[in-house]
């Protein structure tokens, strides 16, 4: 909601008070500021200038070079424009050199296409109001040369809150006011809505749905006159973003931001006999004022005539054939209060909202009602003329508040009397004991100051006995919490000083996770990686606008049928199956990102996959893995490596290895799997804990993609556990060490994994660190034979106790090299 400080002023004195200093008050209120901004200047620089003269700018088709009078006195200033709605003789905005803009933009002395420029002329945006034309703000004629614009528009600021739904009493300018007054003890000016309306018994009315209507008032005037609204009104509403249409309109919009009640106008002339208040018909058609028909059913609740054509759509919007028009003379002002659930049910089912179903939603106060209307029945007759009936009065004000019970509550009513009715409202009483504020404030809010704080808030105690009435306008306050809320909201809980420092809580398995998991994103990034966060719903079959991303899905057990989980009613065909893996989403964003021209992809996602067991005989298991995706370029191209190599395998086996770095990765070749060129099984220290692959040329082609793509997926809770278990810290060695090399010929064929799996069955003790250096194939069969490799390994020996002696090195590197041949078949040594 916007609340405009110049109208907010007229309640309360504002003098003195920071608009930030009340931001951080109504914030720590519990009511949310959402934006602040200013319309309108207050500089005197910014004045009424006129155009004297105005040539084409020699350098610039759509710049004209102005001579200006600002008024001073002195010599016509020369301005370069750039709009067009303007002629010599108009009087515009004109911003001197030194003049500070909204939006902090200072206004100085330049030059534009080398024409110097000395201010600027303005539209009414860039004063931070309404534009009232397409172009400059042209001003009336018979304003004075140098004028400051703050005196013609004063300046206004906009305050935009978010107001929770307990607190429909906040949305208007007095609700606001009210609050502000409680909130920093500041005197309210008067009620607005002092004068209430005199009532009479419906004789206009017939009421035939009371159980979601139960309080209907409308009052007649006769002999108005629809004109324009007067510039303060037209200002008030423009303020807030609403547009002036006509005196009647404009002010039952005024009345529902003054106060928060709704109001409607009927004309009179277009309302056959009375009003009558009923549900709606199956497939009644109804003309809302947007110029839209609506179909309606019996959940609505329409205001028609005597006639049975429904005229308002009740709580929601008036109806287009019976509004106010310039021609109107009489009219119906209604005022009522309409069940919240179905004013709800009505806007939502039509997706039609307004300011009247916003606050109706929320739960209007009953007892606002007449005040209202005797509010805007005062203002039509100040503004338009004519003379008004009492409020015909249909039905009964319902009561918000439970009755007597054990807690000590207790009811009490007032009236308002009238020519022929009374209108008798029920208001709540609580009684409070002031020990359950000692108890939560520790003592440190005096009792006193407790009472202050409720009595600021509208609460009174007569009998000084711990009950309190509550104001018909809190319809949040109904027991003795509530209140005590209310004093530490108002009392503010920065300023009661805590007893008691956190205890310790041992970090949970979800902390630990959690905790894990956000030190994986961190050293993702750092590697270079963008995090994806896609929707756990894939498509199974390609449709016109979507394809197949079930075939994308590489997780780390291999899929067979019945294991995808399946939506029984998917709201589209591409999110019919809960995702098995984050290989679809991760290949998704990766398509995406190079039809972009992105060279580098590297991305990765945290988050749950989806699937059944056993064939979908199992219970479906619901597990957390990591994906990775990396493709293209190694690095992003630059003048030092403008041709970058392509990532390979075991750029992404690097990665997975920074995961982890003080643990052995390993890579073991695993079975073919559809839309995989190769793959394989991940483990760590010996340990099955994810699957990687490459992704099927065929595949690639389809997605159209130019480039390889290597994808991986791990367990998070094996790698967690793996990657977090106790590290056994070893001596730093003291001796030196020798190594050795050697360059094996083995068959094509032979696995990588398994001559690290023979070098670690070697149990070799002075075997401290080997890695492979060198492979070597020649399909040419020139140099090596087609159908072998050789491999070069470098190893290290060392002992713990002793520098290792030349003959010792070479013992154990002979008997490692005849273990490796015996394990391996095939394996000749160069």
Same mark, same amino acid.
């Given at each position: 909601?916007?609340?405009?400080?110049?109208?907010?002023?007229?309640?309360?004195?504002?003098?003195?008070?920071?608009?930030?200093?009340?931001?951080?008050?109504?914030?720590?209120?519990?009511?949310?500021?959402?934006?602040? $901004?200013?319309?309108?200047?207050?500089?005197?620089?910014?004045?009424?200038?006129?155009?004297?003269?105005?040539?084409?700018?020699?350098?610039?088709?759509?710049?004209?070079?102005?001579?200006?009078?600002?008024?001073?006195?002195?010599?016509?200033?020369?301005?370069?424009?750039?709009?067009?709605?303007?002629?010599?003789?108009?009087?515009?905005?004109?911003?001197?050199?030194?003049?500070?803009?909204?939006?902090?933009?200072?206004?100085?002395?330049?030059?534009?296409? !080398?024409?110097?420029?000395?201010?600027?002329? @303005?539209?009414?945006?860039?004063?931070?109001?309404?534009?009232?034309? $397409?172009?400059?703000?042209?001003?009336?004629?018979?304003?004075?040369?140098?004028?400051?614009?703050?005196?013609?528009?004063?300046?206004?600021?906009?305050?935009?809150?978010?107001? /929770?739904?307990?607190?429909?009493?906040?949305?208007?300018?007095? !609700?606001?006011?009210?609050?502000?007054?409680?909130?920093?003890?500041?005197?309210?000016?008067?009620?607005?809505?002092?004068?209430?309306?005199?009532?009479?018994?419906?004789?206009?009315?017939?009421?035939?749905?009371?159980?979601?209507?139960?309080?209907?008032?409308?009052?007649?005037?006769?002999?108005?006159?629809?004109?324009?609204?007067?510039?303060?009104?037209?200002?008030?509403?423009?303020?807030?973003?609403?547009?002036?249409?006509?005196?009647?309109?404009?002010?039952?919009?005024?009345?529902?931001?003054?106060?928060?009640?709704?109001?409607?106008?009927?004309?009179?002339?277009?309302?056959?006999?009375?009003?009558?208040?009923?549900?709606?018909?199956?497939?009644?058609?109804?003309?809302?004022?947007? !110029?839209?028909? %609506?179909?309606?059913?019996?959940?609505?609740?329409?205001? #028609?005539?005597?006639?049975?054509?429904?005229?308002?759509?009740?709580?929601?919007?008036?109806?287009?054939?019976?509004?106010?028009?310039?021609?109107?003379?009489?009219?119906?002002?209604?005022?009522?209060?309409?069940?919240?659930?179905?004013?709800?049910?009505?806007?939502?089912?039509?997706?039609?909202?307004?300011?009247?179903? %916003?606050?109706?939603?929320?739960?209007?106060?009953?007892?606002?009602?007449?005040?209202?209307?005797?509010?805007?029945?005062?203002?039509?007759?100040?503004?338009?003329?004519?003379?008004?009936?009492?409020?015909?009065?249909?039905?009964?004000?319902?009561?918000? %508040?439970?009755?007597?019970?054990?807690?000590?509550?207790?009811?009490?009513?007032?009236?308002?009397?009238?020519?022929?009715?009374?209108?008798?409202?029920?208001?709540?009483?609580?009684?409070?004991?002031?020990? *359950?504020?000692?108890?939560?404030?520790?003592?440190?809010?005096?009792?006193?100051?407790?009472?202050?704080?409720?009595?600021?808030?509208?609460?009174?105690?007569?009998?000084?006995?711990?009950?309190?009435?509550?104001?018909?306008?809190?319809?949040?306050?109904?027991?003795?919490?509530?209140?005590?809320?209310?004093?530490?909201?108002?009392?503010?809980?920065?300023?009661?000083?805590?007893? %008691?420092?956190?205890?310790?809580?041992?970090?949970?398995?979800?902390?630990?996770?959690?905790?894990?998991?956000?030190?994986?994103?961190?050293?993702?990034?750092?590697?270079?990686?963008?995090?994806?966060?896609?929707?756990?719903?894939?498509?199974?079959?390609?449709?016109?606008?979507?394809?197949? *991303?079930?075939?994308?899905?590489?997780?780390?057990?291999?899929?067979?049928?019945?294991?995808?989980?399946?939506?029984?009613?998917?709201?589209?065909?591409? $999110?019919?199956?809960?995702?098995?893996?984050?290989?679809? !989403?991760?290949? #998704?964003? #990766?398509?995406?990102?190079?039809? *972009?021209?992105?060279?580098?992809?590297?991305?990765?996602?945290?988050?749950?996959?989806?699937?059944?067991?056993?064939?979908?005989?199992?219970?479906?298991?619901?597990?957390?893995? &990591?994906?990775?995706?990396?493709?293209?370029?190694?690095?992003?191209?630059?003048?030092?490596?403008?041709?970058?190599?392509?990532?390979?395998?075991?750029?992404?086996?690097?990665?997975?290895?920074?995961?982890?770095?003080? $643990?052995?990765?390993?890579?073991?070749?695993?079975?073919?799997?559809?839309?995989?060129?190769?793959?394989?099984?991940?483990?760590?220290?010996?340990?099955?804990?994810?699957?990687?692959?490459?992704?099927?040329?065929?595949? @690639?082609?389809?997605?159209?993609?130019?480039?390889?793509?290597?994808?991986?997926?791990?367990?998070?809770?094996? &790698?967690?556990?793996?990657? /977090?278990?106790?590290?056994?810290?070893?001596?730093?060695? *003291?001796?030196?060490?020798?190594?050795?090399?050697?360059?094996?010929?083995?068959?094509?064929? /032979?696995?990588?994994?398994?001559?690290?799996?023979?070098?670690?069955?070697?149990?070799?003790?002075?075997?401290? =660190?080997?890695?492979?250096?060198?492979?070597?194939?020649?399909?040419?069969?020139?140099?090596?034979?087609?159908?072998?490799?050789?491999?070069?390994?470098?190893?290290?020996?060392?002992?713990? =106790?002793?520098?290792?002696?030349?003959?010792?090195?070479?013992?154990?590197?002979?008997?490692?090299?005849?273990?490796?041949?015996?394990?391996?078949?095939?394996?000749?040594?160069?």
């Amino acid at each position: 909601m916007k609340i405009s400080l110049n109208w907010l002023s007229e309640y309360l004195d504002l003098d003195g008070l920071c608009v930030n200093e009340m931001s951080d008050m109504l914030t720590f209120a519990g009511i949310e500021v959402e934006d602040i $901004h200013q319309q309108g200047v207050d500089s005197p620089l910014v004045v009424v200038a006129q155009v004297v003269a105005a040539e084409q700018h020699p350098q610039a088709d759509r710049l004209k070079v102005c001579k200006v009078d600002v008024g001073d006195g002195g010599p016509l200033r020369q301005i370069v424009c750039g709009a067009q709605n303007y002629k010599v003789g108009d009087k515009v905005p004109c911003s001197l050199p030194g003049a500070i803009l909204p939006g902090g933009i200072e206004i100085k002395t330049g030059k534009l296409r !080398g024409i110097d420029s000395c201010g600027m002329l @303005c539209s009414a945006s860039e004063l931070g109001l309404p534009d009232k034309e $397409h172009g400059l703000w042209i001003l009336p004629q018979d304003l004075k040369l140098g004028t400051p614009i703050s005196e013609i528009v004063k300046a206004d600021t906009i305050v935009e809150v978010e107001v /929770t739904p307990n607190r429909p009493d906040l949305l208007s300018h007095w !609700g606001m006011a009210r609050e502000l007054s409680a909130i920093t003890g500041r005197a309210l000016k008067k009620d607005p809505s002092c004068k209430r309306a005199t009532c009479a018994a419906g004789s206009l009315i017939t009421l035939e749905a009371p159980e979601v209507c139960p309080f209907y008032t409308v009052v007649r005037i006769d002999g108005v006159k629809v004109q324009e609204s007067p510039e303060w009104m037209k200002e008030h509403l423009a303020a807030i973003g609403l547009r002036p249409i006509n005196n009647i309109v404009d002010i039952t919009n005024f009345v529902l931001h003054e106060l928060g009640s709704p109001l409607h106008a009927f004309d009179a002339d277009k309302i056959q006999g009375g009003l009558v208040i009923r549900s709606a018909r199956n497939g009644e058609e109804f003309l809302a004022l947007d !110029g839209v028909t %609506y179909a309606l059913n019996e959940s609505d609740l329409v205001i #028609a005539d005597q006639s049975g054509q429904a005229k308002c759509l009740a709580g929601v919007m008036g109806g287009e054939e019976s509004g106010v028009s310039d021609g109107t003379t009489s009219i119906l002002l209604e005022a009522a209060w309409f069940l919240p659930s179905s004013v709800r049910a009505t806007s939502r089912r039509l997706g039609l909202s307004s300011d009247s179903s %916003y606050r109706f939603e929320r739960g209007t106060s009953p007892w606002n009602v007449l005040r209202t209307s005797g509010r805007a029945v005062e203002l039509i007759l100040e503004l338009a003329g004519g003379t008004a009936s009492p409020a015909h009065v249909a039905g009964k004000a319902p009561s918000m %508040y439970p009755g007597d019970d054990v807690t000590g509550r207790k009811n009490a009513t007032f009236s308002e009397q009238g020519t022929e009715v009374s209108v008798t409202h029920l208001l709540h009483t609580v009684k409070l004991d002031w020990k *359950q504020l000692d108890q939560i404030s520790g003592g440190v809010i005096p009792h006193e100051r407790g009472a202050a704080i409720l009595k600021g808030l509208g609460l009174e105690s007569p009998d000084n006995d711990g009950i309190w009435v509550i104001p018909p306008w809190r319809l949040d306050l109904g027991r003795p919490c509530d209140l005590l809320e209310e004093i530490v909201r108002v009392y503010g809980i920065d300023n009661i000083p805590s007893r %008691y420092s956190g205890p310790f809580s041992e970090e949970s398995a979800c902390d630990k996770a959690h905790n894990y998991q956000m030190q994986l994103r961190y050293k993702l990034a750092a590697l270079g990686f963008y995090e994806t966060q896609t929707i756990k719903l894939i498509a199974s079959e390609a449709g016109d606008n979507t394809i197949a *991303q079930v075939k994308d899905a590489l997780p780390i057990r291999p899929l067979f049928d019945g294991d995808l989980i399946r939506v029984s009613l998917p709201l589209s065909e591409d $999110h019919a199956v809960m995702r098995p893996a984050h290989t679809p !989403g991760l290949i #998704a964003a #990766a398509v995406r990102n190079s039809n *972009q021209g992105a060279e580098s992809l590297r991305f990765f996602e945290i988050g749950r996959v989806f699937r059944n067991t056993g064939g979908g005989k199992g219970k479906d298991i619901e597990q957390d893995t &990591l994906g990775i995706l990396i493709s293209g370029s190694r690095e992003a191209s630059s003048w030092r490596n403008p041709r970058p190599e392509t990532a390979s395998f075991e750029d992404l086996l690097a990665v997975l290895e920074a995961l982890a770095p003080s $643990h052995t990765w390993t890579a073991v070749p695993a079975k073919p799997r559809d839309m995989a060129a190769y793959g394989a099984d991940v483990q760590i220290d010996g340990k099955p804990c994810g699957y990687m692959a490459r992704l099927s040329l065929s595949r @690639c082609r389809e997605l159209g993609l130019d480039r390889p793509m290597y994808v991986a997926e791990l367990d998070l809770r094996k &790698l967690q556990e793996i990657a /977090t278990s106790s590290v056994k810290a070893a001596d730093l060695p *003291q001796f030196p060490g020798s190594s050795r090399d050697a360059a094996m010929e083995v068959p094509a064929t /032979t696995k990588n994994s398994d001559i690290e799996k023979a070098i670690g069955s070697a149990r070799q003790k002075l075997l401290v =660190d080997h890695s492979c250096f060198d492979v070597f194939s020649d399909p040419s069969g020139v140099k090596l034979l087609s159908d072998r490799k050789s491999i070069a390994y470098t190893f290290l020996y060392r002992a713990a =106790d002793r520098t290792l002696t030349a003959a010792e090195v070479d013992a154990a590197h002979k008997a490692l090299l005849e273990h490796l041949a015996k394990q391996i078949k095939g394996l000749n040594f160069r």
